[in-house]
């Protein structure tokens, strides 16, 4: 059931954003289409004349207006929508502020129509520069038809500001558009000077993204869903060859409100980072669904900003979330080098193909040669177990004489010498020759990836596997750090630590996880539970968090040196792990510099 409309008293109006909400034709249609969906719009039709410089009529099929609100409605913070202060921090619908039909009817000439469903008739009414007429009687179905006309008729200095037609024909457009997206469900037809622009029927995301982008862009498309306690985030990317010139198509919608927000829409250019041309935006409409409580929509007349009470974590999953989905469908970053050859086109993805296949990469156990293998990806889950060896440590820096002699048949001498194989470059990244080109792999981020998926697998299997400290080590913590510590000890259990709290402050070690390698033992506890800490507050999982950080703080580091056997079992790894194109913060782990670009760069082609 409706609320009736009534004026928002002094002390909540004076909460609300101030600011003139009309600037041009295409602010009417905006307030205009909100309004229809908040009253359950299934079906509206929106008509302008001269890009609605001349007209503008928006109908809907909604509730529509009872008679005895239809007076009120054209009022100043007129508003059936919320009541009370509390309902302002808590907005579940589009309009909140009672503004729009007041500011419209101040600078057009207005007419309304409506009827509710219990009513024989509807009413209808002319507002002109806010004089209101006696409202009339007049047949029509339940819902509301607003009809604009002569936009600034009264202000002929802001009617001149208006731009040509091409342009608040865009506008109108572009408002329509997002509408259409952020609610598929509803049904829209446009109609400018007698043309049906487009008519779109109920249907889902990916059906209106073809019907508005058309066929071949929609084929580009790459869904994304991911839940978090804290937010929701869905939609459609396109894949990189589909970038645009411009940012125009990047659709963001917090609670399904179009919205405009520099640092969520730098978290999606982040993730892409590698894989676009310079200068080229990807295309996107992604939903972001979160408690109204945790945002605030009113902090702009028109509605088009809104704050998070934690934007740096929305950052960071949103590239989170673009980087998996880039990652799933195989968009490997690849090098990109500055283009010093002008006019030379770069390969920046590798090429998509049917059913995407995953690229694999995994070290021949006779040769000791990387071979790089093209799987589909139901073959995928196979080699995961084929390659994962749980209790895999890194193995230990030994002497190079005894480098190979506790590995039997393995024993081999041609890797190290067929140096163009594998080489590590400043103790930090892993070049490793492929049959496409030649893979860089960032060593910390690559283990970091690989311990983080062993660390979740531990806790869904409850199989802690830890190694004994000769010396049970005691530590001091503080009081809050053994607080977390109880909070969260099975889970420290399942990782591999044999703890025992000792006192109000002191903790003793009798074990340590078995991926903790050697030289990395001393005050591992303490720094993984600094880096929970730090990053607690970002409302990601306990289990996600605790395995990120243990992940962080145990992975060999930039600046450790690696034989070349533990450089082929670490990508080894890698390529049995779920994602190894991303770390667990969302970082690169693989880039791939194709022979081909090489051969372009060297002028070869
Ligand atoms: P707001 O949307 O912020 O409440 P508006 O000035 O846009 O303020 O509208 C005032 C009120 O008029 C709304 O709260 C709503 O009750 C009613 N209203 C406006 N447009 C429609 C419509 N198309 N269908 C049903 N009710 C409407
Ligand atoms: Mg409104």
Do not use: W
Not at 121 to 135: F, I
Not at 209 to 234: A, H, K, P, Q
């Amino acid at each position: 059931m409706k609320q009736s409309i009534h004026i928002l008293p002094e002390d909540i109006a004076s909460k609300i954003a101030a600011g003139e909400v009309i600037q041009r034709p295409a602010s009417v249609v905006k307030e205009t289409l909100e309004n229809s969906i908040d009253a359950g719009a299934r079906n509206i039709v929106v008509t302008i004349k001269e890009s609605g410089k001349a007209l503008m009529q928006i109908a809907d099929d909604g509730q529509g207006i009872s008679p005895s609100d239809v007076t009120v409605a054209f009022e100043r913070h007129a508003t059936s929508k919320i009541q009370s202060y509390d309902d302002l921090e808590n907005i579940r619908t589009l309009g909140f502020r009672g503004e729009a039909l007041a500011s419209i009817a101040a600078v057009a000439q207005v007419e309304i129509k409506s009827r509710v469903d219990d009513e024989e008739v509807g009413l209808s009414m002319k507002v002109e520069g806010a004089m209101k007429r006696d409202p009339e009687p007049c047949g029509m179905e339940t819902g509301t038809m607003l009809t604009v006309k002569n936009l600034f008729y009264n202000t002929p200095a802001r009617r001149n500001f208006l731009k040509t037609n091409a342009t608040e024909f865009k506008h109108i457009l572009e408002t329509i558009q997002r509408a259409a997206l952020a609610y598929p469900d509803i049904a829209f037809t446009f109609i400018s000077d007698d043309d049906t622009v487009f008519s779109v029927e109920p249907s889902n995301l990916i059906t209106r993204i073809r019907e508005l982008f058309g066929e071949e862009l929609s084929e580009g498309l790459m869904e994304c869903n991911e839940e978090t306690d804290y937010l929701t985030v869905y939609g459609f990317l396109a894949k990189p060859e589909y970038s645009r010139r411009t940012r125009n198509d990047q659709f963001l919608f917090l609670n399904r409100r179009y919205i405009v927000n520099r640092a969520i829409n730098h978290a999606v250019y982040r993730a892409y980072e590698h894989l676009l041309i310079k200068g080229s935006y990807p295309f996107y409409v992604l939903f972001i669904d979160v408690d109204p409580s945790r945002i605030d929509v009113n902090i702009h007349p028109s509605k088009l900003e809104a704050k998070f009470d934690n934007e740096r974590s929305v950052y960071g999953i949103v590239t989170s979330v673009v980087r998996k989905t880039l990652a799933q469908h195989d968009m490997m970053p690849s090098l990109t080098i500055s283009d010093t050859v002008e006019g030379t086109p770069r390969t920046h993805t590798t090429p998509n193909r049917e059913q995407s296949p995953l690229h694999m990469f995994r070290v021949n156990p006779k040769t000791g040669e990387l071979i790089e293998e093209t799987i589909r990806r139901e073959e995928k889950r196979e080699n995961f177990n084929l390659f994962q060896r749980d209790s895999f440590k890194i193995p230990q820096r030994r002497d190079p004489e005894s480098h190979y002699e506790h590995e039997g048949e393995q024993k081999s001498h041609d890797s190290s010498a067929e140096s163009g194989l594998i080489y590590q470059l400043h103790n930090k990244y892993i070049l490793a020759q492929i049959r496409s080109g030649l893979m860089i792999i960032d060593q910390h981020v690559a283990h970091e990836r690989i311990l983080y998926e062993r660390a979740l697998k531990r806790f869904t299997t409850q199989n802690p596997a830890s190694q004994q400290l000769l010396f049970p080590e005691t530590v001091e913590l503080g009081h809050a750090e053994v607080e977390l510590v109880k909070e969260i000890h099975p889970l420290l259990h399942t990782l591999g630590f044999d703890l025992k709290i000792f006192s109000k402050n002191t903790i003793v070690i009798e074990g340590i996880p078995a991926d903790v390698r050697p030289g990395y033992e001393h005050n591992i506890l303490q720094k993984v539970l600094d880096e929970y800490r730090s990053t607690m507050d970002a409302q990601i999982d306990v289990r996600d968090n605790l395995a990120k950080s243990f992940a962080c703080k145990t992975a060999i580091k930039s600046g450790d040196s690696l034989t070349d056997e533990e450089m082929r079992d670490l990508i080894d790894q890698l390529f049995g792990t779920e994602m190894p194109y991303v770390c667990p913060h969302g970082r690169p782990v693989v880039i791939k510099l194709s022979v081909e670009e090489l051969d372009k760069k060297f002028g070869r082609t």
